[in-house]
């Protein structure tokens, strides 16, 4: 998935989650991967893009504020976010209304 | 500049930049850290993350659409912006309000 997500016309909303892992961030990988792959299922998913090289960047992006709130309350995310102290050493989220591309 | 953004209480702006670089891409990273370094200077800039492995992504925070709005019109800034097409293969702006963070 690594390239420039297709979005709809604004408004649409977007989640930047940029974070740091620790050294040892066990099984955070694969994680991450099945963490993607359920949310590309979720309604009012729209996109994601995400690179990482010490820090991280990821954006994912979201038809509505019901769809991200929906998508952080997913069973199978909720217990993910459980580890996240886990594997980030640091981490921060920003929720976003789009108000403009180009 | 490699870390998490300290940013105010939302709300507040974002423009999240990203992009593929061409194969050859000579003067990119000089210019990108001049840019930073202006951009940094400019009214209303709150901070900056930026990460690329292949594919980049940054992300700046501003207080206000006047503030971005005045480093998109910056004469230094307009002068790269018309290099840009040189640089970057593929490339997209969003303009974001920051309603909530944590």
């Known amino acids: 998935m690594n390239q420039i997500a297709t979005t709809?016309?604004?408004p649409y909303y977007a989640v930047i989650f940029t974070?740091?892992?620790?050294?040892?961030?066990?099984?955070y990988a694969e994680a991450a991967q099945y963490a993607l792959s359920l949310a590309m299922k979720q309604p009012?998913?729209?996109g994601?893009?995400?690179?990482?090289a010490g820090m991280g960047i990821s954006v994912?992006?979201?038809d509505?504020?019901?769809?991200?709130r929906a998508w952080?309350?997913?069973?199978?995310?909720?217990?993910?976010?459980q580890k996240e102290q886990l594997w980030f050493r640091?981490?921060?989220?920003?929720?976003?209304?789009?108000e403009r591309d180009y």
Chains 1, 2 share one sequence.
């Not at 994601?48 to 990482?52: M, N």
């Not at 509505?64 to 991200?68: K, T």
């Open 72 to 81: 952080k309350e997913h069973p199978e995310h909720r217990l993910l976010q």
């Open 19 to 27: 974070s740091f892992l620790h050294d040892e961030a066990d099984g």
């Open 44 to 46: 009012g998913f729209l």
């Open 90 to 98: 640091e981490s921060k989220i920003r929720i976003c209304k789009v």
């Open 64 to 68: 509505s504020l019901e769809a991200i």
């Open 8 to 10: 709809p016309k604004p």
């Open 48 to 52: 994601y893009e995400g690179v990482r």
């Open 60 to 62: 994912s992006y979201w």
